[in-house]
């Protein structure tokens, strides 16, 4: 299979779809690979670096979509890339779609074969291509909301841990998930007292046992919410309805009744944001404030550490990559119905349950669809 990665060009989005060392396993498989020139740069990884593994390098991104059979990327394709896309080409990302009507009726009008990382499932329902970059997200929150506590960004004013004889921050995760389980790790090395709020009695059995008594584990009522995040010094927003756009948990009417210089860091933005006042914002300019409450929500946090993200998230997409090129998607897909899963849109249809439902398309199960 011809196989092709184009440089990424969401803002500030250094990842990389391959390292080189993947292209050499697919080549090495028997596929070719094709690269865009400067692709790996953000890793640290020079053209050179792909063609010692037999990689072949390519001028421009018009040339990769034009001829490749599958496209390895990593973030959701910005419009002119989907503008490239065609019916008859496999696409391999994450995309996305439920909070991003634009991108999903561009996919469809393309009648690209899209496969979405970030629906993609593991025999115990976990999210294997998601995870990685869930942990990366989260451990990046308390540094992301550290910063925001800083007066110069329009915090409180207030070091996480305090210091002997000054209280710590209160810190406050919603959702105990990968990105929450790691943002309560970092938040507690850095000894702020912290709180989870859950829906799922397991997850928090299970942060119970894994934290002990350090950790404030609280069911997630409305009631409870409203409790923790009014005297939090920083939210941290981890929920996750797979596929689908989060629920708005956090009111612009708390807000007024936050303390004033308090943080909230929407990691669930790209499923919409889980805080009623967010939205997506960049690493040129991650922050804004509503209420005098600082927001951070930046889509692709896991991008500003490209060079650990690409490679957790090669060594978790590689193997799909792998019985995607080896088999055919059709073959591929019909095999595993993990992968299967992740398939939300072919041949103009949309093949996943959550974002037809959340956009308003017509649901054809993704079994069903590989046979149009
Ligand atoms: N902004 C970014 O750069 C990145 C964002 N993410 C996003 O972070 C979000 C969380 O991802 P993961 O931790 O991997 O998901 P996960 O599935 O591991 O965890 C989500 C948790 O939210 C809980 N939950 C769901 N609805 C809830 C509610 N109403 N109240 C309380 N808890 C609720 C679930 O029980 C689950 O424990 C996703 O939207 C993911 O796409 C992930 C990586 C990077
Ligand atoms: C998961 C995701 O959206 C990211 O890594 O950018
Ligand atoms: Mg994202």
Same mark, same amino acid.
């Given at each position: 299979m011809l196989i092709g990665v184009p440089k990424e060009i969401k803002n500030h989005e250094y990842r990389v779809g391959l390292t080189p060392a993947s292209a050499n396993e697919l080549i090495h498989h028997g596929h070719q690979v094709m690269v865009q020139t400067q692709a790996g740069m953000g890793i640290g990884m020079d053209d050179a670096a792909y063609q010692a593994v037999g990689a072949e390098i390519v001028a421009t991104a018009e040339a990769i979509f034009e001829r490749a059979e599958m496209i390895i990327k990593v973030?959701? +394709?910005? +419009?002119?890339?989907?503008r490239m896309l065609r019916e008859g080409q496999l696409l391999f990302t994450y995309l996305h779609l439920a909070p991003d009507p634009t991108q999903t009726e561009m996919l469809v009008a393309s009648g690209v074969t #899209?496969? !979405?990382?970030?629906t993609v499932t593991d025999k115990r329902g976990g999210l294997p291509l998601l995870v990685p970059m869930s942990e990366v997200a989260g451990r990046m929150s308390i540094q992301a909301g550290a910063m925001c506590l800083e007066k110069s960004h329009g915090g409180a004013g207030l070091l996480l841990g305090g210091v002997p004889g000054v209280a710590p921050a209160n810190v406050v995760v919603i959702g105990g998930g990968v990105v929450g389980t790691n943002a309560i790790r970092m938040a507690m090395g850095l000894e702020a007292h912290v709180t989870v709020l859950d829906r799922s009695?397991?997850? @928090? #059995? /299970? @942060? /119970? @046992?894994?934290f002990g008594g350090r950790l404030n584990t609280i069911y997630s009522t409305k009631e409870a919410l409203e409790e923790y995040v009014l005297n939090a010094d920083l939210v941290v927003g981890a929920v996750l309805v797979p596929g689908a756009a989060a629920p708005k948990l956090v009111t612009r009417e708390m807000l007024g009744r936050m303390k004033p210089g308090s943080v909230l860091v929407d990691v669930a933005i790209d499923q919409g944001g889980c805080f009623e006042t967010s939205h997506a914002t960049t690493h040129a300019d991650p922050t804004y404030i509503v209420d005098n409450i600082v927001h951070y929500c930046v889509a692709n946090m896991p991008g500003a550490v490209a060079r650990t993200s690409t490679f957790a998230l090669n060594n978790a997409t590689l193997p799909f990559a792998l019985a995607l090129a080896n088999?055919?998607? +059709?073959? !591929? @897909?019909s095999d595993d119905p993990g992968l299967l899963a992740g398939l939300n849109v072919h041949k103009g249809r949309v093949t996943y349950e959550a974002v037809a439902h959340d956009l308003g398309y017509d649901y054809l199960p993704a079994i069903e669809a590989l046979s149009i």
């Open positions: 973030k959701e +394709p910005q +419009p002119n890339e989907c #899209a496969i !979405a990382y970030e009695i397991e997850r @928090l #059995a /299970d @942060l /119970d @046992l894994q088999k055919g998607y +059709p073959k !591929a @897909l």
